[in-house]
């Protein structure tokens, strides 16, 4: 069997369990109630009271009577970006809302997709090949669960897939201008942005001025207050203070401490996942400095894998991202001629089905199959980072 039909295998095999699975998957819809929850209190009560938990709450149980949910609250804590969309559509019915946000999301994972393998016909991909590795991002496990829980993590992909396909074509401005989308996960967009004050620092001033943008934007919309109110949300949500944020089920490095037993403190692991991703930060920016100039798409991939393993408050919707760094790698080796190009994107179809198992199990074979979904991710950008290294080397010592 050739590489191609294994991928189109994978991916159709995947859809397959996607359909049956999300189906019935225990938390479907159920997340949309917070995005229906932020409708309603900004079109009800004002945007400027977006972030009043008690507001919330009461527009969450008036709507709870048309969709399942716990008797408390499902907080909205994230960016206000995408309220004026929210808005007219927390007046429909619940399940007409639902449909016409799925659609919403959907045509957004698309457009990333579309724009992630971009380059592949260009390179030669035959019409199967590149129809093998869009499915294979399509049908990743993660997207499904994005969809099925009405989350709003497309545009997090798109932010990130835009900002990784543009690096590698060296728009650094433009690629960090697009980066700013994904703020919608203020952490995670953070994570990606500040190394790049040590490197390519046109990606950052381009991040720091699309992110500018929103932010304005944002206080423009939730005003002072809403700003006070959402940063006091957001302090609660770090440590689970009296919200729902599944801590046990986060496939990270938070949600590991929390499986092998916290104890009664949430603070503490909390503040011990903190420290560590601001150490890997860190810890990135000091080897990005030193490469300078030779920073690349595949340093950009490691840096995706390294945020979502490490920065805290992280679900499962959100490994949707990790979609983008097997296939711009694999455009990388098409680009170089390379007959193996396809191994990162089947590696991405077998963690896609490693991470279906991790979401229907417990611990210890959620960590598991977890752990292996990340290191058949990143072992394709490893060996790549390897051979480039090697290739500096032999530049710098043609003797050698």
Known sequence: MSRTWLLLVLAILQLGIDIVLVAGFPSARRDFLIQMTAGRVA?????????????QLERQLEIRHQAQGEDVLLPFNHPPLLVPFLRPLSRLQFDRAYWIWTAFSALLLTISVIVMTSAFSDRGASSLQ????RMAALTFFPIAVVLAQGQDTSLLLIGVTAWMVLFRCRRDFAAGVLLSL???RPHVAIGLALPFLFARRR????????????????ISLVGIQGVVDYVDLIRESSIGEALVIAETRMPN???????????????????????TWIAFIIATSIWWRKLGTRISAIHCGLLVVGTLVLVPHIHLHDLAILTVPPIVAAADHLAASRADWELPVIALG?????LTVMAVTASPVFDICLAAAIFLISAPLVRDLRDMSA?????ENPLG
């Open 253 to 275: 490095f938070l949600g590991l401490i929390y499986r092998l037993g916290a104890g009664d403190s949430r603070a503490m692991p909390a503040m011990a996942a903190w420290f």
């Open 182 to 184: 994904a703020a919608i």
């Open 130 to 133: 590149l129809t093998a590795v």
């Open 350 to 354: 077998i963690a896609s089905l490693l």
């Open 391 to 395: 290739n500096a080397f032999r530049s």
């Open 203 to 218: 990606v950052f001033a381009g991040y720091l001025i699309g992110v500018t943008i929103l932010a304005s934007f944002s």
């Open 43 to 55: 079109d009800l009560d004002g945007p400027e009271n977006l972030y009043d938990r008690e507001l």
